[in-house]
């Protein structure tokens, strides 16, 4: 019991600095939860959310993206330790199941992302000028910084490698029980129509807020975390509790809305002007 009370007030980078095989547990406990949901759907007959297409469904789309995107902002204020105590690492958990990638190595990313923010070598994800480019290197750079982070931590030898391999084959493995399990409790219907592109959405737009918010737009290489509140990021800070005052954030991570800091540091104005 102390044991699951002290694991909900920590974060998991907390605890793979004191666990070297953390992501093990950590993995093998979604693994079992995920083998155990499929197995409790398929006994149960379990029937498909959406058995069958009415065109209005449609209409559930956009509210499907903006909850992914949601999800993302709340995993981030659980990545700050943003919410009570009691509830943040269960809020960065739930959010970490709908947007795939799990919480620990979001926040185990991120603590690096705020540590080493535009260091071209050591941030998970510096800023370039192209989104297109930064997109695949976003993708590409996750599995090589959480093994670095690893390395940081335990050192760098042919055990450790080896360790480490192995614990991206069962990251993804679990990955994919995670995605199955989705797609058993939704149906192929809600699944491909509504999960798969809220999911995409949701992606891109996490990606080009980690580009946009490190002055992307900057014509001589300035990159940084920036405040922007002109056109659609207005409406962006809005819906989603001031994400794109990134400066802000990066001053002061504890606040829940960068927006509501004050003083605020300035904004940054559209790049044309
Ligand atoms: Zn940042
Ligand atoms: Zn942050």
Redesign the pocket.
């Known amino acids: 019991m102390t044991a699951i009370v002290s694991t909900l007030k920590s974060l998991p980078f907390t605890q793979l600095r004191r666990n070297r095989y953390f992501y093990l547990w950590y993995d093998g406990f979604y693994a079992a939860v995920c083998a155990t949901l499929l197995l409790a759907m398929y006994f149960s007959g379990h029937q498909p959310l959406i058995p069958v297409w009415d065109h209005r469904y449609w209409l559930l789309l956009p509210l499907a993206c903006h909850a992914q995107i949601l999800c993302s902002v709340y995993i ?1 204020n659980a ?2 330790n943003n919410f009570p105590r009691s509830v943040n690492r269960l809020v960065g958990e739930l959010c970490g199941v709908v947007v795939l990638t799990r919480f620990a190595s979001w926040e185990v990313i ?1 603590q690096r ?2 540590r080493y923010s535009d260091d071209v070598e050591k941030d998970p994800h510096p800023v370039g000028p192209s989104y297109w480019r930064f997109l695949i290197d976003t993708i590409v750079n996750v599995e090589r910084q959480l093994q670095k982070i690893y390395f940081d931590l335990y050192g760098e030898s042919p055990e450790t490698r080896r360790y480490e391999k192995n614990r991206a084959y069962v990251s993804y493995a679990t990955n994919i029980l995670l995605i199955a399990t989705w797609y058993v409790f939704l149906g192929p219907l809600a699944f491909f129509l509504l999960f798969v592109p809220a999911s995409v959405v949701g992606f891109f737009h996490l990606v080009h807020f980690n580009w946009s918010t490190h002055n992307a737009f900057s014509k001589d290489g300035d990159f940084k975390p920036v405040n922007l509140n002109h056109g659609y990021y207005r409406i962006g800070n809005w819906l989603w509790h001031g994400i794109y005052m990134h400066a802000n ?2 001053k002061r ?1 504890g606040m829940f809305n960068p927006a509501k800091m004050t003083p605020s540091l300035p904004i940054t104005p559209p790049p044309s002007s």
């Open positions: 981030h990545t700050h991120h992302h705020h954030h990066h991570a």
